[in-house]
């Protein structure tokens, strides 16, 4: 058995997603707005088992653009990049919980939440962003399948 049969709900992420990403500081005030290109993609030749690609747009212009290869072992997928270092899990058959740290900021790690509507057209996401223990921010993504 492979990824897609043994993460069967992060198989049915696979495709392009677009959305809009709002971070909202612990008082509640938002701090960034960003729209989103999302590929979630499993390569065929099987390595890296998973691939994702995130393209940000800002309105002033900025744009960034971040690769994510994972492994995948023990059930899990498995990130270690120059960014981020983490795993996610499927928790039940619509919602994925991923772990990471930034590898430039040790002390700051996120818990996100993915959460997979039963058409498998829209899906939401929060990031909870903590920084020696204490919650700071808070992400929300809102996202719908473009392919």
Not at 32 to 49: A, M
Not at 94 to 114: A, D
């Amino acid at each position: 058995m492979g990824i897609k049969d043994e993460m069967p709900l992060l198989a049915r992420h696979e495709g392009e997603w677009e959305g809009t990403y709002t971070v909202i500081a612990r008082d509640g005030t938002v701090t960034d707005r960003h729209r989103s290109h999302l590929t979630c993609s499993f390569p065929e030749s099987g390595d890296p088992p998973y691939y994702q690609v995130n393209d940000y747009t800002w309105d002033d212009g900025r744009t960034e653009t971040i690769e994510f290869p994972a492994a995948y072992k023990d059930r899990k997928i498995w990130f270690d990049t120059d960014r981020i270092n983490g795993h996610a899990w499927e928790v039940d058959d619509r919602t994925i919980v991923l772990h990471w740290v930034y590898v430039q900021s040790p002390g700051i790690y996120l818990y996100e939440m993915i959460s997979l509507d039963d058409a498998a057209q829209n899906r939401s996401r929060t990031w909870h962003w903590f920084k020696d223990g204490v919650l700071f921010q808070r992400s929300i993504i809102d996202e719908t399948r473009v392919v």
